[in-house]
C-alpha cells in the first residue's frame, strides 16, 4: 500500500462531515448525543465530535448545554417563534417542538448565543 492520496483524503473527510452534518440536521428538535451518533453513523465518537466541532467552526452546528443542533433547526424554531410574543419561554418551546425540557431549554440558550432573541 502506498500513501493515500491528500485530495481523497479530503475528499473523504468532507464525505464524512457532510454525514453527520445531515445526520444531525434530520434530527432536528431533538439531536442525538454524539455517542448515538457513533451507533447509528458506525464511527468512533472522537470522530463524531471532530466532526461535530468541525462543523460549530462552520456555523452549521451549535453547542448548547451539552447537545448539538444543527443551525438550521435553530433557525426554523426562530422562525416559529416569530408567532409568539417575547420573553419566549421553556414550556412553549417545548409545546412547539414536541421535545422535553432538556431540549427546549438548549435551544432557548443557542438561539440567544445566535443573537436571534
Not at 464525505?15 to 448515538?36: C, K
Not at 438550521?72 to 412547539?96: F, G, I, S
Given at each position: 500500500?502506498?500513501?493515500?492520496?491528500?485530495?481523497?483524503?479530503?475528499?473523504?473527510?468532507?464525505?464524512?462531515?457532510?454525514?453527520?452534518?445531515?445526520?444531525?440536521?434530520?434530527?432536528?428538535?431533538?439531536?442525538?448525543?454524539?455517542?448515538?451518533?457513533?451507533?447509528?453513523?458506525?464511527?468512533?465518537?472522537?470522530?463524531?465530535?471532530?466532526?461535530?466541532?468541525?462543523?460549530?467552526?462552520?456555523?452549521?452546528?451549535?453547542?448548547?448545554?451539552?447537545?448539538?443542533?444543527?443551525?438550521?433547526?435553530?433557525?426554523?424554531?426562530?422562525?416559529?417563534?416569530?408567532?409568539?410574543?417575547?420573553?419566549y419561554?421553556?414550556?412553549?418551546?417545548?409545546?412547539?417542538?414536541?421535545?422535553?425540557?432538556?431540549?427546549?431549554?438548549?435551544m432557548?440558550?443557542?438561539?440567544?448565543?445566535?443573537?436571534?432573541?
Amino acid at each position: 500500500m502506498g500513501k493515500m492520496n491528500p485530495v481523497s483524503r479530503a475528499q473523504r473527510r468532507e464525505a464524512f462531515y457532510r454525514r453527520v452534518v445531515d445526520f444531525y440536521r434530520q434530527a432536528g428538535y431533538a439531536p442525538p448525543s454524539p455517542q448515538e451518533a457513533s451507533r447509528a453513523l458506525g464511527a468512533p465518537p472522537d470522530a463524531i465530535r471532530a466532526m461535530l466541532n468541525w462543523g460549530i467552526e462552520r456555523g452549521e452546528i451549535v453547542e448548547s448545554e451539552g447537545l448539538y443542533f444543527a443551525t438550521d433547526a435553530l433557525r426554523q424554531l426562530h422562525a416559529q417563534l416569530q408567532n409568539l410574543t417575547p420573553p419566549y419561554k421553556v414550556q412553549q418551546v417545548r409545546d412547539l417542538t414536541g421535545t422535553s425540557r432538556r431540549y427546549a431549554h438548549a435551544m432557548l440558550t443557542a438561539l440567544r448565543q445566535l443573537g436571534y432573541i
